[in-house]
């Protein structure tokens, strides 16, 4: 197996985590007769690396990543439903429908998005006739749009962006759009000697992409009255999300299970739990809060749980 570390991804934001799953994810569906594997190794950070059975050379996984993430061949047709996850609840029930009845299992993209955009399960809206979405959005309306933006990332990605995210440490030299899952992304008016609204937003278009294709290792689940999404919960009036760190080679379907297994999820992780969660591989895990501050959704800097 060839082995690839992704040095410019930290595991311990948000951003470079989701990208991580993105590259995982990319290269497990694009290589579906090769093994694709990641890890987790302390270099400074926590950094992803990627075991291949074929792609042993940076420029052979970035033009893996490249044909599959850069351009407008590259936008799913969930992306396409609209600007914004906004949708009556009757419709968007219709077009789950209809992609659920077309997936199969090696083709079932479209299928996965949409699970992971919402549910017509749990309405929404003033009338509770909109679709409710998914926890990952921080952005919508105005001249935000989330599906839009994403567009925007899939077109304007390019493999350089891809080189930058992934193997340099991140410069924020790229324009908008951002998606706004790294900490970075929050710039508070009272911690600036300026208005900071004016100021050009500047971020890591690579890794904004790649971690759009991790959405689908997220589906939303109705619970109660309430539509939540896989990682996330409620503590103390506050919504969360919460990530592992692994230190063995896994799947991306095992990661995907992992994402939801119980004992990274619960509230605070015991010294019982820690030592189950070794026992199992799990090295670190992370917790971050999601939070409003006006118009715009944020993250926080996560916490270390273990």
Partial sequence: MHELELRGLDGSNLLGFLASLGVLRVLTIASADADVWMKWVRSGGWVPVVLHSRIGEREELIEVLAQRVCGERSINAAWEIGDDLTLDSREFAALLSHHAMEAHPDRRE???????????????GPKKEKMSDTEFRAIGGGQQHFLGFMRELAVGTEPEHLRRALFETWDYADPRPSL????????PHALRAEDPSGDPIKTMRGANRLAIEAL???PTVPIGRRLRTVAFQDRNGETEVTWPIWSEPLRVET??????????????IQRGARSSLARRNIAQVFRAKRFTDGKYRNFSPPRSLM
Avoid: C, K, N
């Fill in 110 to 124: 479209t299928a996965d998005y949409l699970a992971a955009f919402g549910s017509e399960a749990i309405g929404s």
């Fill in 255 to 268: 990661v995907a299970s992992l994402l939801a297994f119980e004992e990274i999820q619960s509230g605070e």
């Fill in 180 to 187: 706004r899952w790294d900490p970075a992304d929050y710039r």
């Fill in 216 to 218: 689908p290792l997220f």
